[in-house]
Every structure is written in C-alpha cells, then in structure tokens.
C-alpha cells in the first residue's frame, strides 16, 4: 500500500520581539514592517511573482480585521492582523494548494526542496518571534481499496497505531 503522508495546511503566527513602542505604531507601521520582512525572508513574492500582494477585500481569518492576499491567486493564501490587539499578532494561513504551489515554484527557482522545518529556518529574523499556531495533516492512500471506516475502527479500537518519525 502506498501511504502519502503531507501538510494539508498551517498557520503561523508572528509577534513582535521588542514591545517597547506605542500603542497606534502597531497599525501605523511595525505590523507592515513585520509583515515586509516576513515576505522577504519567505521569498514568497519571487516564488509567486504572478500574484501581487494587495489588501484583502475579504475572506479574512476569523478575528482579524486587516489582511492581504496574493491577488488572483488560484489558492487561499492570507496574512492577517488586528490594529489593536497586538497579541494576536500576525496571521499567515497556507491552505493545502498554496503550501504545495509554494514548495513546487521554490524548488523550480532555487533549484532545492523546501519543507515546514527548513522554511522556518529561513523566515527567522530578530525582529518577530513566531509559532505554529495550526498544522492539518493529510495522509492519501494511492491506488488501493483503502476502507477508510475500517480503518478508523482499527484505530478507535486500538488494534492500529499511528506513528510518525521524521528524521
């Protein structure tokens, strides 16, 4: 049986390392600061250089006020803040189809595979500190009659473990 284990979608989120500045300068400018350096180490704009960044006109992440997307962009890709409360921090949502479009350009361009790890090594800066908020997991079972409930029996019973190891 060929068994395809793979990120569905995620969620980051970035927050300021250095708090000392005023309230309104989150909405005035440090947000789109965070935000810019997070496209520049991400690269995201050179791996999607047909989809421009621009203010989301909706569809923004569930309590977030401002956002942006890659405009015309065939999958859902959202970055997302709130002007006042900053603990929120900075939303970036990968869907399925946006993490593997991503991963797929990036390997074209600069000619090396990407995975979440090496991606988090790359976005890393001093100026924002960030965590993985939300991860799906996808596990595709290719070209067998899978039963899916009775796997999921299995599992519920205890007679089936999963187990991951990524080295």
């Given at each position: 049986?060929?068994?395809?284990?793979?990120?569905?979608?995620?969620?980051?989120?970035?927050?300021?390392?250095?708090?000392?500045?005023?309230?309104?300068?989150?909405?005035?400018?440090?947000?789109?600061?965070?935000?810019?350096?997070?496209?520049?180490?991400?690269?995201?704009?050179?791996?999607?250089?047909?989809?421009?960044?621009?203010?989301?006109?909706?569809?923004?992440?569930?309590?977030?006020?401002?956002?942006?997307?890659?405009?015309?962009?065939?999958?859902?890709?959202?970055?997302?803040?709130?002007?006042?409360?900053?603990?929120?921090?900075?939303?970036?949502?990968?869907?399925?189809?946006?993490?593997?479009?991503?991963?797929?350009?990036?390997?074209?361009?600069?000619?090396?595979?990407?995975?979440?790890h090496t991606f988090f090594q790359m976005i890393s800066d001093d100026e924002y500190s960030f965590r993985l908020?939300?991860?799906?997991?996808?596990?595709?079972?290719?070209?067998?009659?899978?039963?899916?409930?009775?796997?999921?029996?299995?599992?519920?019973?205890?007679?089936?473990?999963?187990?991951?190891?990524?080295?």
């Amino acid at each position: 049986m060929s068994v395809t284990p793979d990120i569905d979608q995620f969620t980051i989120i970035l927050q300021p390392t250095d708090l000392n500045f005023e309230f309104e300068e989150w909405d005035e400018h440090i947000a789109d600061n965070l935000i810019n350096t997070f496209l520049i180490k991400s690269k995201l704009l050179t791996v999607f250089p047909n989809y421009p960044i621009a203010e989301s006109d909706g569809g923004i992440l569930k309590s977030y006020i401002f956002g942006y997307e890659l405009q015309n962009s065939p999958f859902y890709f959202r970055i997302a803040y709130h002007p006042t409360y900053i603990k929120m921090g900075i939303s970036i949502y990968f869907s399925a189809y946006a993490w593997a479009e991503y991963r797929k350009n990036y390997e074209t361009i600069f000619n090396e595979k990407i995975h979440l790890h090496t991606f988090f090594q790359m976005i890393s800066d001093d100026e924002y500190s960030f965590r993985l908020s939300r991860i799906d997991m996808a596990v595709d079972f290719k070209n067998e009659n899978v039963d899916i409930a009775k796997i999921h029996r299995s599992l519920e019973s205890g007679r089936t473990e999963f187990r991951y190891n990524h080295v």
